[in-house]
């Protein structure tokens, strides 16, 4: 098992430019979601997703879509980077049984917007 | 709105003593409380949880207590090791969503 898997790692953007964090789940989850980690303000849930073609957002979703058309993958989009969405980002799975324990966590996406 | 609280950004404690880490919510309608432990450069991973319908949860050298009345989770780490240097993160869930404090870094001190 592979687990939670983000790509890319690391990425620099200049203002204005899209792109997709990827996220993907081999542990057959329905729930899946996204953070963001900033300094001092902890994690932050942008979207999650229930299962396949259900999203809701979160605390902060504003500038962030997403789409679950499979269990296993939750793209984040960003559609207009700004400077303001400098952060870490972490895709977390876990089984709907489960969700109000143990989430499991990717290692991070470090995304900076200049 | 900050409905999960850690008040202690940073905590330094000697090896081997008693590690305290506090949290505090406002939401009564969170059922789960959850603790997730994160490393420089890693995903945080999860530790110990508690539902709301218990006062204690016993893990290993982790125990985490709660109290609802006064809406107020602490978790013990007990003897601290130098590998619990970390930060760590309180977290609530219900309604579908789970949400996480600012986190508390723990130094442990040789």
């Known amino acids: 098992n592979a687990g939670v898997t983000q790509t890319p790692k690391f990425q620099v953007l200049k203002t204005g430019q899209s792109m997709t964090l990827q996220c993907a789940q081999d542990m057959n989850h329905e729930y899946m979601s996204w953070y963001r980690q900033d300094p001092g303000m902890g994690l932050r849930l942008i979207h999650y997703s229930v299962g396949a073609g259900i999203t809701d957002q979160g605390e902060v979703p504003n500038g962030y879509n997403v789409s679950r058309s499979t269990t296993e993958d939750f793209p984040l989009r960003l559609l207009s980077a700004a400077p303001s969405q400098t952060s870490v980002y972490f895709c977390?799975?876990?089984?709907?049984?489960?969700?109000?324990?143990?989430?499991?966590f990717g290692p991070g996406t470090r995304l900076t917007v200049l | 709105d900050q409905q999960v609280k850690q008040n202690s950004p940073s905590l330094s404690v000697q090896e081997g003593r008693i590690s305290i880490l506090n949290c505090d919510y406002t939401?009564?309608?969170?059922?789960?409380f959850l603790w997730y432990k994160k490393y420089p450069a890693e995903g945080p991973t999860f530790l110990i949880s508690i539902s709301s319908i218990k006062d204690k949860n016993e893990d290993g050298r982790f125990t985490v207590f709660l109290n609802k009345s006064a809406k107020h989770l602490s978790l013990h780490i007990v003897p601290s090791q130098p590998g619990d240097s970390a930060v760590y993160f309180c977290?609530?869930?219900?309604?579908?969503?789970?949400?996480f404090g600012k986190g508390t870094r723990l130094h442990i001190l040789p």
């Open positions: 977390a799975s876990s089984s709907l049984l489960a969700v109000y324990n143990e989430q499991f």
């Open positions: 939401n009564s309608m969170f059922d789960y």
């Open positions: 977290a609530a869930s219900g309604d579908d969503k789970i949400i």
